[in-house]
């Protein structure tokens, strides 16, 4: 066989890494007709998916780039206290406010990068948790800017392109945060499938050997850092645009915390492990809370011990071999 | 005609925190020549790689790579500027596919993926499985078609057919034929069994205690190989 013919299949099987699974479409026409199938459901719905944004935002460093966090909420907070100012004092637009979010938390971690890339995970976990407090405290001193405590309030949102209204029972919100869901996941689908997605995980796995290899680790995670916190700004946005809402509790260490749960449970490494997790943390919650409203969070507890402990191997490996086998019936796909 | 050197080593002493390990090395390398690094274990024959792929701690000397000084550049600095490395541990990134684990760092030049898949058809085979599915020498072409897909202008190798079966060991041995022959790109091998290196490279070099003890034309060894036993012990040369 000649070069050029290899060329030609390398190229063709680069193609084939990156095209969509029959079950990748599944997942959205099923994210899509819950429009229709859980009409009343819309506002949790709306909640999954901003949830699902933040935790693909933190999949694309910890999974992918080995970059472990526990202050991602400073740029959720970031991107929510942007998108929510620029409401009240600039445009009602819902888009601009979601680019200028996006925009703001990208800054916030391109400029902190350089304090998270040095030094191990403990250093990082310490470093990024440090970061998130300094925001939350920062929010809460700045009251005449941030609301302090009592937060942003008569946020009132434009209609979406000039013509979707938001509603009382989430529709709008929901139409809106998944679309901007799908575009930004179709945008990480992407990034991780090229040759900059490849060298972010050959860093991962090793990084003395990325290094001889030529790849220039630190502007390479500083890049996915600063895509992250993008990532997580829109998420943000769009939960300051959709609840017309912004308060203290988005730079809470909770949400940290909970996003990184979120990633445990749907499996970091693979995109579709925020959606799932989001998805599985939220019905969880809403279900617990539903027959024991008091002690939801020790139930929550309890199946996180239980699923860390074991489940986890279970329901990835499950999921994993169930892949395996739909791919084996239709001849090998990616 | 005298080449002009393609790598050179000036007085290069290097090691590992307060270690000191090699000493006043002086090595040499003309473009499309290849050499053949040999001495006992221990004697600083990997940390020299090391340093020329800037892992070590300096502590004197230069390196200079087509005439540009390399001694201070970071190690992703030295892979782009020309210096490809094979490490004796093959370091396969073991979450990529193959075919992942070239492109991921592949540079423009005439070493392509599909060139590699040319060149090891094992490879092509396998190229959609992970970098942990592979076997000792599968991980081994692998490793040297990571570090060519870079297009280097030095392959730098570190005991590429240690622990390896007989049959595999001929067929990387033919391809690093190729390459320091038919391709004529220069190169620098590390290996215990020196007869097998001697014929496929064109000088010697055999360190003692990270010095520099003897250095000569690999045929000269070749048709001497006393010269080689006083160094290395009997039967090295075989």
Do not use: C
Not at chain 1, 223 to 249: I, K, M, N, P, R
Not at chain 2, 147 to 173: F, Y
Request: proline share 4%; hydrophobic share 50%.
């Amino acid at each position: 066989m000649s070069t050029a013919d290899l060329t030609a299949r390398v190229r063709g099987s680069l193609v084939l890494a990156r095209k969509w699974h029959p079950a990748e479409f599944v997942v959205w026409v099923m994210a899509a007709a819950a429009f229709v199938l859980f009409p009343r459901q819309l506002l949790l719905l709306n909640e999954i998916a901003i949830l699902a944004l933040f935790a693909l935002s933190l999949d694309l460093i910890v999974g992918y780039a080995g970059i472990v966090s526990l202050g991602h909420a400073a740029f959720l907070g970031m991107g929510a206290y942007t998108a929510g100012l620029i409401a009240l004092h600039v445009t009602a637009d819902p888009l601009v406010g979601l680019v200028i979010g996006m925009a703001a938390s990208g800054l916030l971690g391109l400029v902190t990068s350089p304090l998270v890339l040095k030094g191990n995970d403990l250093t990082r976990l310490m470093v990024t948790l440090g970061i998130g407090l300094l925001m939350l405290e920062l929010a809460n001193s700045l009251g005449w800017l941030t609301g302090g405590a009592d937060g942003l309030q008569g946020i009132a949102m434009g209609k979406i392109l000039g013509i979707f209204e938001f509603d009382l029972f989430g529709k709008t919100a929901y139409a809106y945060s998944l679309t901007v869901l799908f575009l930004l996941f179709v945008l990480a689908r992407r990034i991780v499938h090229s040759p900059f997605g490849l060298s972010l995980r050959a860093v991962r796995d090793n990084p003395l050997r990325a290094a001889s290899s030529g790849v220039p680790i630190p502007w390479r995670l500083a890049a996915v850092y600063t895509l992250s916190a993008a990532y997580a700004g829109a998420a943000g946005a769009l939960l300051a645009q959709t609840t017309q809402f912004v308060s203290l509790d988005v730079l809470d260490f909770h949400r940290s915390a909970d996003v990184m749960l979120v990633l445990i449970i749907g499996g970091a490494g693979w995109l579709y492990g925020g959606i799932v997790g989001a998805a599985v943390f939220k019905l969880l919650q809403d279900w617990i809370a539903w027959f024991t409203p008091q002690y939801w969070q020790f139930w929550i507890g309890l199946f996180l011990v239980a699923f860390v402990l074991g489940g986890r191997e279970i329901l990835h490996g499950g999921i994993r071999a169930l892949v395996a086998r739909v791919s084996g019936r239709r001849g090998g796909g990616s | 005609m005298v080449e002009a050197p393609l790598l050179s080593l000036t007085r290069l002493s290097a090691g590992y925190g307060e270690a000191a390990v090699l000493f006043d090395v002086d090595l040499t390398l003309a473009e499309g020549r290849s050499l053949a690094l040999l001495g006992r274990n221990g004697v600083g024959k990997t940390t020299l790689v090391n340093s020329i792929i800037g892992v070590t701690r300096w502590r004197g000397g230069s390196i200079a790579l087509a005439g540009r000084d390399i001694t201070r550049l970071a190690p992703e600095e030295r892979a782009r500027a020309g210096i490809g490395w094979v490490p004796q541990e093959r370091n396969i990134f073991r979450s990529l596919t193959v075919e992942e684990n070239l492109t991921a760092v592949a540079l423009p030049g005439p070493w392509t993926p599909a060139r590699v898949f040319e060149m090891f058809p094992r490879l092509a085979e396998r190229k959609t499985n992970m970098g942990n599915q592979l076997s000792g020498g599968e991980q081994q072409m692998l490793a040297i078609g990571r570090a060519l897909v870079l297009n280097p202008k030095v392959l730098l190798l570190d005991e590429p057919t240690e622990g390896l079966a007989p049959i595999i060991v001929e067929e990387l041995l033919k391809a690093l034929t190729r390459l320091f022959r038919e391709e004529g790109l220069a190169g620098i091998v590390i290996e215990q069994h020196a007869r097998k290196i001697l014929e496929i490279t064109d000088e010697a070099l055999v360190l003692e205690r990270g010095r520099v003890v003897l250095s000569a034309p690999s045929a000269d060894l070749i048709a001497h190989p006393d010269r080689l036993e006083r160094h290395l012990g009997l039967g090295a040369a075989h």
